[in-house]
């Protein structure tokens, strides 16, 4: 049974009227899930440990238990210790939701801003029960940001995505139409790749400039907090609680059946137009055309930064078809900014068409471009993406001053602000989490003799989750370390399961000279995530790398955090011990959904939302941010 048809069933159990034997019943049915589930789980390891040919397929179910210290892989450096800013301890869960009702109007607010109100329903607080270090039950209440984050979670469990902007366009004009308001300048940026950095250098050099800024983007790493920032910081748990439970109540009433991105991009309108913010730096979704931000009418600049084949059962199988989704940004009167790895005439015709003000490319503002910035690998050379990135939202601050500058003396001539060359090329040069992010851990191992060392270790963090991303990755590697060999590499990997395993397995092999050893197999507990033995059914030959047996679907481990205790933080961990003891560079790449348990291993401090989120994250989800089903279907099947 997937994820989200056992989360149906429960919401299900507990939208009934709640009796004393209904935990036990939840509890109980779950629990036989859960056996049926690890016997088949057990049955691919038992065929991987007999015949590294005779990998049995299954689906595993999603967020299930996670393995102890077992190893079927590489096992053999169980015995080294480390200690970094950020340990685990193991805790015992029983998951919150199979003993209470998922929803209840009696929840405390965490918040400690009087402005927002909490609950006043007199009934008792949902709570979870967990086990602490001497496994006595503690309970544990859901605030009100996590019922409320867990229910937009599920949002798309009762809720099916349909292709358009009807769901949307309701609930901008019932919240006031906020983003067309003419105080109010939208930056709105859609393209395959490079979409989300030119978003974040955008808003950071604006923010440099003293402008009050909004970002949109996604996905989020550790917080969905992350989605939605003002002037480079999360709105707040409080901001959450306040402005959700608002769009909720507005699609209550209504009757709108907003999914979780339509809602989540309302909820960011909303925030941005209450706390009074001056630009909006938007980030599409999925394509541009049907995506929920396109809301928007009268855009300040509109922003494409390059084409490729992605997604096309959704958004068309040629380069041309994708175009035009994307080019669906373009707005009437509007300037248009293009990337250079673009179908040109497709977007010029486009813009064309929608009469938009004009369409630029890089070079129309910023001169001819000189010699590319290289990255050179062992068999490729690779432009450098973050330099492409950097000149686009340089070209796209130049244009945006021009309206920025329009708009203020329209306004009265008072308080205009110039984007000076040098806040462009500061504010450039940051670079979103986990895009080539380096670091140094500081590590202690222990020797032989008993004595300990402490160790400095290079981690990088990266999200290729697909070949061209891993090709680029391994080039990058290479030239940014070039005097570290690639047989000085540790690398961590999860991967999605809608990506090609096989292929990417073999770039990250052939880096390590085929040492498989070298690599550590994870499995994220998001429902997208590949499970440990698809990857070894996708590639045989990483039979002998490091990754963990599940067990007992029932001990889901947690760590002081109330984190689940997956294989990502313990191979992690593993992985920063074996670097530490060789002295190698650790790589951790592959699906976000990896990286928050990753970065919490590595002692990153950064808001993070609780376990009790973190389980239904994904929930209804099948593929990037809203799975639309093809032209012919129009509704997601779950």
Known sequence: MTTAARLLFFYVLSSTETTSSQPFVCAMALSNLRRAAFHQRSCVFRSASSSSSCISSINIM???????????????????????SARSTTQSLQRPFLTTPLFSSSIRSNSNDASVP???????????????????????????????????YMTNLFNPVKLGLENM????????????????????????????????????????????????VSPHISSFRERIQIDGTPISESQVERYLQEIFDICEREGIPATFFEVTTALAFHVFAEEGVEVVVLETGLGGRLDATNVVTRPALSVITSIGLEHTRILGDTIEKIALEKGGIIKEGCNVLVGKNVPLEVLQQCAKEKKALELYQCDDVMGPEGAPRLVRGMKETFEDYDAENSRTT???????????????????????????????????????????????????????????????????????????????????????????????????????????????????????????EKLHLVEASHPRAASISSILEANSKLLDSHYDTPQNDDEILLNENGRDASS????????????????????????????????????????????????????GFKSSQENFGDEKKKEIEI
């Not at 190893?71 to 450096?77: C, H, M, P, Q, V």
């Open 394 to 516: 340089s070209a796209a601050l130049v244009l945006l001053q021009f309206h920025l500058t329009q708009q203020k003396i329209e306004n009265g001539g008072e308080g205009i602000t110039l984007i000076t060359p040098d806040e462009i090329e500061k504010g450039v040069k940051i670079r979103p989490p986990c895009r080539f992010e380096e670091m140094d851990i500081p590590t202690t191992i222990k020797n032989d003799d008993g004595t300990t060392t402490e160790k400095i270790v290079r981690v990088v963090l990266d999200v290729a989750h697909n070949p061209q991303a891993m090709d680029y990755l391994i080039v990058k590697l290479r030239a940014s370390y070039p005097n570290n060999s690639p047989d000085n590499h540790r690398i961590v990997v999860g991967m999605s399961a809608d990506k090609d395993l096989t292929y990417c397995t073999e770039i990250l092999l052939d880096h390590v000279s085929h040492n498989s």
């Open 62 to 84: 999603s967020g299930g238990g996670r393995p102890s210290s077992s190893s079927l892989g590489n096992n053999s450096n169980n015995n080294i210790k480390s200690t970094t």
């Open 568 to 619: 990502v933080s313990k191979q992690v961990r593993r992985g920063l011990e074996l670097a530490a003891r060789n002295n190698e560079l650790l790589v951790v790449c592959g699906s976000v959904f990896i990286m928050a348990d990753a970065r919490e291993e590595l002692g990153i401090v950064e808001p993070r939302d609780s376990a009790v989120i973190a389980e239904v994250a994904g929930a």
């Open 118 to 152: 909490s609950s006043s329903s007199s009934s008792m607080p949902l709570k979870s029960n967990t086990s602490d270090g001497d496994d006595t039950n503690q309970p544990h209440e859901w605030s009100n940001y996590e019922r409320l984050v867990r229910k937009l």
């Open 169 to 216: 366009d309701r609930l901008h004009k019932l919240l006031g139409s906020p983003m067309d308001q003419p105080n109010v300048s939208v930056v709105h940026i859609a393209g395959s790749n490079g979409k989300g950095s030119v978003a974040l250098k955008t808003a950071n050099t604006l923010q440099r400039s003293n402008y009050k800024v909004g970002l949109f």
